[in-house]
């Protein structure tokens, strides 16, 4: 059996979850267990051993609205997350100096939870990238041949 993903969005204007739901589609059809949540709380998502996080970034390099929340509790969370893998795809501006922090705020704070980071992070510049969707599915194979 393959390994199960919880795709994880923070969206503000919507096109990160666009992105998760086409990758949702790609993985189920290569037979991965796909839980696919938009904006959970902690407590959704907590026992779940795989994320994959598709983040826009918000306002001054914060996290979109939906998902600071879920971030927030983590951050106060005591025990070590050495049992969950995670990778990041965001989506950002590159015209602003906050260019894909939020990708930055979820790496480091995973990190210091222990956690293990299974590839280098997919920043996407919506300036230069026409095909977000297809951007992301051309990056999971990098994702996918580390689970």
Not at 24 to 47: C, K, W
Not at 85 to 97: E, K, M, Q, W
Not at 109 to 133: F, G, H, N, V, Y
Request: with cysteine; hydrophobic share 40%.
């Amino acid at each position: 059996m393959k390994t199960k993903i919880c795709i994880i969005t923070g969206s503000t204007l919507g096109g990160a979850e666009y992105v998760a739901e086409h990758i949702a589609d790609v993985l189920t059809d290569q037979g991965y267990v796909i839980r696919l949540e938009h904006g959970p709380s902690f407590e959704a998502v907590m026992n779940e051993r795989c994320w994959l996080v598709v983040t826009s970034t918000h306002g001054a390099g914060e996290l979109p609205d939906n998902i600071k929340p879920l971030f927030e509790k983590l951050a106060l969370y005591p025990k070590s997350l050495t049992d969950l893998r995670f990778a990041v795809i965001g989506l950002g501006n590159s015209d602003y100096d906050t260019f894909c922090q939020a990708v930055d705020h979820v790496e480091q704070l995973l990190l210091s939870k222990d956690a293990l980071q299974i590839c280098e992070s997919l920043r996407m510049d919506m300036l230069t990238i026409t095909d977000p969707e297809q951007t992301a599915e051309e990056w999971l194979p990098q994702f996918l041949t580390k689970l």
